[in-house]
C-alpha cells in the first residue's frame, strides 16, 4: 500500500506553484510530486476494485477536480504559447 498523502499537501503544491509566479512554460511543464502520483493512482485502482471507503471517495473526487484545474490552466497557457 502506498504512503498515504493529505490532499491539503497537494492543494499546496499547486498553490506554492502559482504564487511562485508562473509563465505559460511553466504550466504546462507543472506535474505533482511523485508521492501524490503514487496516492492517485492507488485511489484510482481501488475505485476500480469497488474498494474505496467514503473518505477515500472524497479524496479522489479532491484529486479530479484539481486535475480538471491543471488541465484547463495547461490547455490555456498551450493556447498562450501558440501566440507569441
Known amino acids: ?41 492507488e485511489l484510482v485502482y481501488q475505485h476500480k476494485m469497488g474498494e474505496l471507503t467514503p473518505g477515500e471517495k472524497k479524496e479522489l473526487d479532491y484529486f479530479l477536480t484539481l486535475e480538471h484545474i491543471m488541465t484547463l490552466a495547461k490547455a490555456k497557457a498551450h493556447y498562450y504559447l501558440s501566440v507569441e
Open 1 to 41: 500500500m502506498t504512503k498515504s498523502v493529505n490532499t491539503t499537501k497537494v492543494y499546496d503544491e499547486i498553490i506554492d506553484f502559482i504564487a511562485a509566479g508562473t509563465t505559460p512554460q511553466s504550466v504546462v511543464n507543472f506535474q505533482i510530486s511523485d508521492l501524490a502520483k503514487g496516492r492517485l493512482e
